[in-house]
C-alpha cells in the first residue's frame, strides 16, 4: 500500500517497488549532499522529503477510458473493437465493468497477452 502525488493510496506490488526504492534512496542522498552545500553557503535548508517514490499505474482504465484512448493504449484493438468494448460496458450493471473477465466477450483480442502483460484495468 501506498500514497500518490494527491496522498490517495495505491496498492502495489513488493516487486514493482523494488527498482523505485533505489531511485528515492539516491534521490534521499542528493537532498541531503545539496542541503549539506546550502548550510555550508550560510542558507536555511529547506526540509528534507521523507516520501518514497513508487511507479505510475499507466494501466488503461477500462471503465474510464474512451474508445479512441483504448484503441491507442492497448495493442491489437483497433477503434471499432474499442467501441465494441465501450458498448459491453454500457450493457454491463452499473454501466462498467466488474472484473477483467468479462472483457474476454469480445473475441477479436488476445486477452490473455493483455492481461499477462498488465494493460488494463477496470476499477
Known sequence: MCLDAQD?????????LTPHLDATNEKMRTEERLTAELAADGVDPPKLTTRETFPIDTRVNINNASARQIADAVPGVGIKTARDIKDLQTSQSGEKFQKL???RSIKRVDWDEIFKENLVRVD
Open 8 to 16: 490517495e493510496v495505491l496498492y502495489v506490488n513488493e516487486e514493482d
Open 101 to 103: 473477465e468479462q472483457l
